[in-house]
Every structure is written in structure tokens, then in C-alpha cells.
């Protein structure tokens, strides 16, 4: 009796000791499973190779944070980077950008006539379109004409609301003349950044934005589409082999999804990484990666004033107060984790040769805000989204401006909701970050001049005609000396709060791939969004 | 004289619990829990000012002298913030336990005694509320009535009083049968009478365990919704600590979870856990002597 208990207890303590083992080793499975890089790639790709590290035979793939951007053709698109940056992957432009200036893409070379309003370009001979038909001037004119109609997503070609080209012709199969209907600085740098369509697919599309039929990202770039998958942000590009240009660097690149980007790319996942100034001594201790720091001049986080509906706002000793009691240093040091640079007050950010230096800089100076405000107090809302880092921004906003006796309310919302505010007026003070600050300073126009839609309830005649005429100034100095006088100007005028501008870090692994581009002369923000990042450069 | 047994019934509901020893260890825990949390919010909103709104020292130091608890990446000091949680806490479980209970018992004790059509709808809503899924009708609610103190209390009442109210109501359709009931009626006893003299103190021991429930719920629920980003992102609830500090990104990969995300946790854990030992306790005593209070 007694051994028989002693059986039964010998079994059961077995089975105890087998569904341990049965758990342990399905809790081991699934550990493994999240760390093999190669599994989740496959899933989209269905292509096995690349995963490892590249050897000379190998081709490399790179791998990249997917997300959904619409379908990267001219028309489908999102608006902002992401979506901007896969379209030109597949699609050529007539000049691309590098660090210092426009260079010869699609055209090789180009010649402007006396009065600048009236460009030739002549393009490569064997370029092609994916589908394997000769790309000829036929396309470009196409282009521009069809465009007219059909604005892209991203449309350089509006000034106001005027279309900048008033006519195009092809001389003959490679060279194209565009005429403009006046002299600007900046409308070389934009025709050459129009995305040319092929004829022979989009001269039967009507509508473009609901087109997504046979040929409907079929370019003449580097890249050639594979896959889309909307639904997981899932992309795959393919190098395109008969290229005429500067070569692909890889042979494809993929866009996976991934839900927390560090730990993918910890597993090699991911090739690129931008982690937080937290998380980079991480990284800097090893050799296995690089880390390169690059600050987002083209960007920046503003306080936007509405002068429209606040009538106490229209006075500039209280735009000054306010500018002079928020401490931006703190926002930097305690938003931006210690890296940040603060935005000049006249717009113009201080890496651009166009700079002036000698401007109201606008240190944190709570006494010389108390003075301007001379004891009147104020109590306003200051409407902001509802993400952490600007709600974390708005609430130190706040605690400055109440030191100086400038009572804020502190309101959060969806962003859709405070960028319809933005445009409509329906604010107080509002924060809110926005780019468009990099490349020509033409920009200033557009922001501070007379069809400003931006700020509300402000103008300034001098700045009017100053952002005019430099419009069309062909003489460099003059042209300089009249942008030094605007950001002078704006920054006495304080028409917004400028803020501060982040500084991205990005970490990869240079034996996987090392092709990055850093900087863009027009101050673009990420590495992984410039063409440039991915062809063979000489 | 009228409210004279309502008076007894409720001053003999201390005189029950003045005797620590009928808590059990676990419900003397949480109830010393619970009274240091309502004193150190009481201490924190009277001596301790803007300690939780205006940073104190560098944007995430590691616990010490200075800073218990350490601060967050404002700098604020994370132990004042918990403080003025606690109050916050408190002031939501209070106020929607007591407005859902009473209000709901309300309603329950009129469902029970007038039966016919209003009992049908009462009940009828309360249905509803019972089927609805709470936390998407809360989130729905909250982003609704938009971020404030007295919103969350408002949504956190009208999904919970229907519990309340159901207990008062089979207690009153049970209590309407008993002969001192009928008896009251026929010597003309009205339902103002009927409910101060009688319902109300037969239920009271039983809905005052679902209120401390009740206290329990909210304050879970309030974290819940603070953390969603459905709070005033400007208070310092510890939803609102927790969603600031899980939202740091890569904080993992930092020490900082170490004490921003733990602290509020625990806290928001052991109030909870609290309140519930006392519910449990106060259930087990209400359920032995609650025909004889």
C-alpha cells in the first residue's frame, strides 16, 4: 500500500516535471521567435536573402520603419516627408538636391535665358520608364501641362494661386523649353523638383487622386514598386537595373512595420534608427554603430499669437514680454532632453547663409517682461495638441508667462483640431510646430508678407514691400542686405514666438549600409528621406 | 422625531466600527492605508502649494534628500505630484461613490416601492448601462465632455449608479412583503415616511459596501481615463504621471521607469487594493449583523 502511494506520487511528481519542461520550452520558442530578424521580414518580402550581413556577392536590402503613406505616386501621397520621399524613390525630377546646391538629374544640363524667366533643359537620352518605354521630352511637357490641371500633393508650381509656368515645349526628343511668367529666385529650384509623369500612362486619367490602375507608380527613378500593403505600412522597392542614372545602391529597399523602432533595430530589424538623447550613449560606446547628430533647421516649435481676435496682442511691448519671459533654454533642456537650438525671432534659422545675426535675440529676461508689461496682467488660453512633448512645452509655457503676470490656460486637443484652429483663427495663443524653414529664404514672403494666411491680424508695410522685392532681386548683396532688414524687422515686430528647433540623432550599422546623405542644402530633416541616401554616389 | 432611527442607525455605524479588532489584519492595513492617503492629500493641498505644478530641481534626477521620489523631466518632484494624486484620487472616488450611491439607491428605492411603468424604466436604463461596455462608453463620454475634474466625476456617476440601484430596489421589493411594512401602510403611512423610517435604514449597511466598492471603481477609473489622455492634462493625477511618464519614449531603456512609472503605480495599486480589503471586511460584518442594525 505504502509503495504504491509512493508510485503514484513518483508519476505525478513526473508529469509536474514534463508540463514544466513542455511550458519552458514554448516560453523559449516564443523568445526566439522575436529575436530572429529574418522571420518578420520574409512575411512581407517572401525573399529570403539579405538578412545577413552584406557580403559583396550578397545584395543588401535595407529595412526601414514602415508606415502608411498612401500610394507613392504624385497624386496619392500623404503630405509631409515620408509620403514625398517614397514618390521621388520612384520618380525622377529634372534637378536633385545634395549639400550644397541643385545638381543635373533628369536633365543633364540646363541654360537660363537673360531675363530668367525662360529655362532649357536637356535630358538624359537613354532614360526610361519602368515599364521599358524611352522617357522623352514629350513626358516633361506632358508634365507641366497636366499638373495645371491636376496639382500634385505636392506642388511647387502655385505661387499664390498663379501657375509659374506659362508654357512648355520640346525642341526636340530631349530638350525641353519652360517658360515662366516672371523672374524669381526660387522658381529654378522648383521646376526642378517637379515629379515627371509618363504620357503614355496618365494622358487618359481623369482623375488622378482615385486612379490606382495598371501603371499607377510607374516612374523613371531609381526604384521601381513591388509591394504595397496599406493596411501594415508595408513597402518594397526594388532597384531598378536599366537605371541611367547614378546607380541604385541596394538592391531593395523595404518599409516593415514595426511597433517600438529602438527594439527593432536592437534585433536588426530595422537598419535606421532615431532614438531619443536618452537612448544614444547606448549606442556611441560601440563600434558597431554610428551616430550621427544632425539638427532639424528646417523646423520648429512657434507660439503663435492671434492678433485678429486678441486685440491686446496688437501690442508689440506685450508680443515682446511674452517673447522675453518664456525661457526657452529650460524648453530645450527639459523638452528637448538637452538638445535643442533656439530658433532665431527673425524666422531665418542661423545655418542659413542668409542669417542675420544682428537681430533682438530675445534671452530669457523675466525682469525686462515685467518692465514691458509695465504691471498690466492678462489671462489667455493657449490651445496646443495633445502629445506629450507639447503639452509637457505648453505647461512650462505656462509657468514662465504666470511669473511675469501672464495667466494661461493651458487647453489640449486632437492636432487635426489645433491645425484647423490655426487656420481658421479660432485661438488665443496656440503652439504648434511646423517646417517649411529650410532652402531659400523666399519663404519669408509667404509667411510675413501681404497674403500671409498664417499669422492672423498682423501686418507690416516695409515687410511687404521687402519680401517683394527680394522675390526678384537678381543682384546677391542687394538681395541679402534687403533679408537682413526683414528678419530685423520681424524680430522687433515678434509677429510669433519662435521657439526652438530639434536635433535628430541617427544610428545605423555601416557594415550593413553606410550610403546615408545627412544634410540636404535645403535643410530637410531625415537621412532616410533624401534620394541621394540611396544611389551610388561617384 | 421622525428621522429619529435614521439618526440611531447612522450614529451606530461608527459605534460598530469603533472596535478596531472586527477588521481583519488585511482590512486594518487598508484602512491605515486609506486615511494616511486622505491625510497626506489634505497635507499636500494645505502646506505643500504648487510644489506639484513648478519644477523644483533638473529634469529627471534619481531619487535622494532632496527629492524622495525623484522628478520627471520637468523637474517636478514626483513625490509632491503623488501627494496631490491622492487628493485628486480621493476627491474623484468620494464624490462619484456618493452621488452614484445616493443617487442610485434613489432611484432604486422608487423603482422597488411605486413598481409598474416607473419601475420599468428605471430598471430599463439600468439594463442598458449594465450591457453597455463600460470603458469605450467612458472614453466616448469623457472626450465628449471634454477634460476636467468635474466631468470625469460626472461620467464616472452615470455608469455606475445602476448597481446601487439595483441593490436598493430587490431590497425594497423584499422589505415591501414584511408585515411591519404592511402594517405601517395601513395606518396610513405615506412613501416619505415609508422610505426615512424603513427602506433607508434597511438598506444603508448594504449600499455603503457598494459606495466603498464604489470608491474603488472611480478612482480606477479615473486613473483610467486620465491615462488615456482624457484628463486636464495640466492636474497631476497619477493617470495623468503614468501617461506622461510611459509616453517618455524608450524610457525602458532608461532608469527612469524605476521611479516614475513605479511610483504612481503603487500608489494607484495599493489604494485600490485598500479599499477593497475594507469593502471586504465591511461586507462580511454588514453581512452577519446587518438585520440587527
Redesign the interface.
Known amino acids: 500500500m505504502k509503495s504504491e502511494t509512493k508510485g503514484t506520487a513518483v508519476t505525478i511528481g513526473k508529469n509536474v516535471a514534463v508540463i514544466f519542461l513542455l511550458l519552458l520550452s514554448m516560453i523559449l520558442g516564443l523568445v526566439g521567435c522575436t529575436n530572429r530578424p529574418s522571420e518578420s521580414g520574409e512575411i512581407i518580402s517572401g525573399d529570403a536573402a539579405g538578412n545577413e550581413n552584406a557580403t559583396a556577392e550578397e545584395p543588401v536590402i535595407i529595412r526601414l520603419a514602415g508606415e502608411d503613406v498612401g500610394l507613392p505616386n504624385p497624386f496619392r501621397h500623404t503630405a509631409g516627408g515620408a509620403g514625398v520621399s517614397k514618390a521621388t524613390l520612384l520618380y525622377d525630377t529634372l534637378l536633385e538636391k545634395d549639400e550644397n546646391q541643385d545638381i543635373p538629374w533628369l536633365a543633364k544640363r540646363w541654360e537660363m535665358n537673360e531675363d530668367g524667366t525662360s529655362f532649357t533643359f536637356f535630358l538624359h537620352e537613354n532614360a526610361l520608364w519602368h515599364d521599358g518605354e524611352p522617357l522623352t521630352a514629350e513626358d516633361v511637357v506632358f508634365t507641366f501641362n497636366y499638373y495645371k490641371e491636376h496639382p500634385p500633393v505636392s506642388n511647387s508650381l502655385t505661387d499664390g494661386k498663379k501657375y509659374i509656368v506659362t508654357d512648355t515645349k520640346a525642341i526636340d526628343d530631349h530638350t525641353v523649353e519652360i517658360t515662366l511668367n516672371s523672374y524669381n529666385n526660387t522658381y529654378l529650384s522648383k521646376i526642378g523638383s517637379v515629379l515627371i509623369l509618363p504620357k503614355h500612362i496618365w494622358e487618359n486619367v481623369d482623375d488622378p487622386t482615385t486612379f490606382d490602375g495598371n501603371g499607377a507608380t510607374v516612374g523613371s527613378g531609381p526604384y521601381k514598386m513591388e509591394i504595397y500593403n496599406p493596411e501594415q505600412g508595408a513597402y518594397r522597392f526594388v532597384a531598378f537595373e536599366q537605371y541611367y542614372g547614378l546607380q541604385p545602391a541596394v538592391a531593395a529597399i523595404e518599409w516593415v512595420p514595426v511597433s517600438d523602432e529602438v527594439l527593432a533595430f536592437d534585433n536588426e530589424e530595422i537598419d535606421l534608427v532615431m532614438p531619443t538623447a536618452d537612448l544614444v550613449s547606448r549606442y556611441k560606446e560601440s563600434d558597431e554603430y554610428i551616430v550621427e547628430e544632425v539638427p532639424a533647421y528646417r523646423n520648429s516649435y512657434r507660439l503663435m499669437m492671434n492678433m485678429e481676435t486678441v486685440p491686446e496682442l496688437c501690442a508689440v511691448d506685450l508680443r515682446k514680454a511674452i517673447a522675453y519671459a518664456v525661457n526657452r533654454q529650460e524648453i530645450i533642456e527639459k523638452i528637448g532632453r538637452g538638445v535643442g537650438l533656439i530658433s532665431s525671432m527673425g524666422y531665418v534659422p542661423s545655418s542659413s547663409p542668409w542669417y542675420n545675426s544682428d537681430i533682438e535675440q530675445y534671452d530669457y529676461n523675466p525682469e525686462k517682461a515685467k518692465a514691458l508689461l509695465e504691471g498690466r496682467t492678462y489671462s489667455f488660453t493657449l490651445l496646443t495638441d495633445n502629445s506629450a512633448k507639447s503639452t509637457k512645452m505648453a505647461e512650462l509655457i505656462k509657468i514662465s508667462l504666470d511669473e511675469v503676470g501672464i495667466d494661461v490656460t493651458v487647453e489640449s486637443v486632437e492636432s487635426k483640431a489645433r491645425d484647423n484652429a490655426l487656420k481658421t483663427g479660432t485661438y488665443e495663443l496656440l503652439l504648434t510646430h511646423a517646417g517649411g524653414m529650410g532652402g531659400d529664404p523666399d519663404y519669408l514672403r509667404g509667411i510675413y508678407g501681404e497674403k500671409s494666411t498664417t499669422i492672423k491680424g498682423w501686418s507690416n508695410e516695409r515687410v511687404n514691400e521687402l519680401a517683394k522685392a527680394q522675390a526678384i532681386e537678381r543682384d546677391e548683396t542687394n538681395r541679402k542686405e534687403m533679408l537682413f532688414e526683414l528678419q530685423k524687422i520681424i524680430a522687433d515686430e515678434v509677429p510669433m514666438v519662435m521657439l526652438y528647433s530639434t536635433v535628430t540623432y541617427f544610428v545605423y550599422r555601416p557594415e550593413k549600409y553606410d550610403g546615408w546623405m545627412m544634410i540636404r542644402y535645403d535643410h530637410n530633416q531625415r537621412c532616410d528621406f533624401y534620394k541621394l541616401s540611396y544611389v551610388v554616389r561617384n | 422625531m421622525k428621522y429619529a432611527k435614521l439618526l440611531k442607525c447612522i450614529r451606530k455605524i461608527p459605534g460598530k466600527l469603533r472596535n478596531f479588532n472586527i477588521f481583519s489584519a488585511y482590512g486594518k492595513i487598508g484602512f491605515v492605508f486609506v486615511l494616511l492617503m486622505v491625510l497626506t492629500g489634505i497635507i499636500s493641498v494645505l502646506f505643500m502649494g504648487e510644489a506639484h505644478?513648478?519644477?523644483s530641481g533638473a529634469?529627471l534626477e534619481a531619487p535622494g534628500l532632496i527629492h524622495p521620489l525623484g522628478t520627471d523631466?520637468?523637474?517636478i518632484d514626483i513625490l509632491a505630484q503623488i501627494l496631490h494624486g491622492a487628493f485628486v484620487s480621493i476627491q474623484v472616488g468620494f464624490f462619484s461613490a456618493m452621488l452614484a450611491g445616493i443617487g442610485g439607491s434613489t432611484l432604486g428605492i422608487l423603482a422597488g416601492y411605486c413598481g409598474g411603468w416607473t419601475d420599468k424604466l428605471i430598471m430599463g436604463i439600468c439594463d442598458v448601462m449594465m450591457v453597455i461596455p463600460q470603458l469605450p462608453l467612458m472614453i466616448v463620454l469623457g472626450a465628449f465632455f471634454g477634460?476636467s475634474l468635474r466631468n470625469i466625476i460626472l461620467v464616472i456617476v452615470i455608469l455606475s449608479w445602476s448597481r446601487p440601484a439595483r441593490i436598493a430596489r430587490a431590497r425594497v421589493l423584499s422589505m415591501r412583503q414584511e408585515g411591519y411594512i404592511i402594517a405601517a401602510k395601513s395606518y396610513g403611512a405615506g412613501f416619505r415616511h415609508l422610505a426615512v423610517k424603513h427602506f433607508i435604514p434597511g438598506i444603508l449597511p448594504i449600499i455603503l459596501v457598494s459606495i466603498i466598492r464604489l470608491i474603488s471603481k472611480a478612482i480606477r477609473a479615473e486613473a483610467g481615463l486620465t491615462f488615456l489622455?482624457l484628463g486636464d492634462?495640466?492636474s497631476k493625477s497619477w493617470g495623468v504621471i503614468l501617461?506622461?511618464s510611459i509616453?517618455?519614449?524608450?524610457i525602458y531603456?532608461?532608469d527612469?521607469w524605476k521611479w516614475w512609472v513605479m511610483s504612481p503605480l503603487t500608489v494607484l495599486i495599493l489604494l485600490v487594493l485598500s479599499i477593497s480589503f475594507i469593502a471586504r471586511d465591511m461586507e462580511l460584518l454588514f453581512h452577519n449583523k446587518g438585520d440587527k442594525l
Not at chain 2, 509616453?247 to 524608450?250: A, I, Q, V
Open positions: 505644478k513648478i519644477p529634469s523631466d520637468l523637474g477634460p489622455g492634462p495640466t501617461n506622461r509616453n517618455f519614449s524608450g531603456y532608461t527612469y
